[in-house]
């Protein structure tokens, strides 16, 4: 006997690990699943559980990774409803909105700031979300982009430097005069609270040589790249990230076939956020096109409060198979493997010995149903480093 715990009468098992089941989703029926401290010590039939001293009977449902979210936006204050009620109401999405929220977070206190991130922090767990990538951002000065950061460093290791978001008032004239603050005392402040670099590049934020010198200069200080690309309009955003060697590129909506084809030969992610076009009425990527290119893809809600203010994996899912041309196992498999490639992690979105023991209990016998009963939560049991939570 053991103090491990076993979760028996798994109706579908959602490995991700195809050695252990079958298809890319490594799917086990009657399923169960040990765990040991933080760990999965065994996955296997229901019926040859080991022997353990304690049992969760997991009632015929449905088992899966915990979500991965590798990008998100949660330090920030205030408030941008009118700004989407206004645009609900006609008026159009462009890069502007972001300095209302940069003037609400510099006035915040930091006890502001880090009891927002524990409330979407706590809000995005119940929903079955294990891992979340956390990025600054709406500081937009050395100081306010470094205390974003030391907040996001209290909920999450996978913190991003994004002090390149948009150009702050303040430097409206001089442009290059901030990218030479990004990449010079804000980033001496900044990289030691950080493990990636990102850019949002784009029209009316940064172009691609400014997007070029920003990730350059974060990679020497030893932060991996990642890329807001492609968003908006076709640009130089996904090309970039994959010559420069990024983990991901973020959005990915607007492609040519030559960004298609980069993302097909190289290593980076397309993290597909169909949430933003959601919110802002705007085309969904074509991620069919993705997938039959050979790209790898990952889904992520983008919380954010001004495109895209919601924490629900489970919802981007259903998008991605309504709106994207994912299948539901193609959107799972995004949502919680996709994720973890996205974060270069292998010890999170499979649940296989040795990898962490992050797992959510849907309340439904397939993880079908997250498609199959959009907005509904699905989410019974959420376990994050082996803890019921």
Request: aromatic share 6%.
């Amino acid at each position: 006997m053991t103090t491990a715990t076993a979760i028996i009468d798994i109706s579908t098992l959602v490995t991700n690990d195809p050695s252990l089941g079958e298809g890319p989703l490594g799917l086990l029926q009657n399923a169960a699943v040990v765990i040991d401290g933080d760990r999965i010590v065994w996955v296997g039939e229901s019926s040859k559980t080991p022997a353990t001293d304690n049992q969760v009977d997991a009632g015929g449902r449905a088992l899966l990774p915990g979500f991965v979210d590798s990008h998100s936006h949660l330090v920030f204050a205030g408030d941008r409803t009118a700004e989407f009620n206004a645009r609900m109401s006609g008026r159009p999405y462009s890069a502007g909105g972001i300095r209302t929220t940069v003037a609400a977070t510099r006035a915040a206190s930091d006890q502001d700031l880090e009891e927002n991130v524990a409330r979407y922090v706590r809000e995005a767990r119940r929903q079955g979300t294990t891992t979340l990538e956390i990025k600054s951002g709406y500081g937009l000065t050395s100081q306010d982009e470094a205390r974003s950061l030391e907040v996001a460093s209290a909920f999450t290791d996978e913190v991003t430097y994004l002090g390149a978001h948009v150009v702050p008032p303040e430097f409206a004239d001089d442009p290059a005069a901030y990218v030479d603050l990004v990449t010079g005392p804000m980033l001496d402040l900044c990289a030691p609270h950080a493990r990636w670099i990102d850019v949002f590049c784009e029209q009316g934020a940064f172009d691609g040589d400014q997007a070029r010198t920003i990730l350059t200069a974060g990679a020497q200080r030893g932060l991996t790249p990642r890329v807001h690309a492609n968003q908006l309009t076709q640009g130089p955003g996904v090309q970039l990230a994959v010559e420069l060697g990024a983990a991901s590129a973020d959005h990915c909506t607007h492609l040519s076939d030559a960004d298609v084809d980069a993302l097909a030969q190289g290593d980076t992610v397309a993290t597909l956020l169909p949430g933003a076009e959601f919110s802002t009425r705007s085309r969904y990527p074509d991620a069919r096109r993705l997938l039959d290119a050979g790209v790898t893809v990952a889904l992520s809600p983008d919380c954010n409060p001004g495109s895209s203010f919601t924490s629900s994996m489970s919802f981007c899912v259903a998008l991605a198979v309504r709106e994207m041309g994912m299948t539901p196992d193609e959107a799972v498999w995004a949502a919680t493997a996709g994720g973890a490639r996205a974060l270069r992690r292998t010890d999170v979105g499979r649940v296989a010995p040795g990898a962490r023991a992050d797992l959510t209990l849907l309340d439904a016998p397939s993880p079908v149903h997250l498609a199959y009963r959009p907005g509904v939560p699905l989410a019974a049991a959420v376990w994050h480093g082996g803890t019921l939570v």
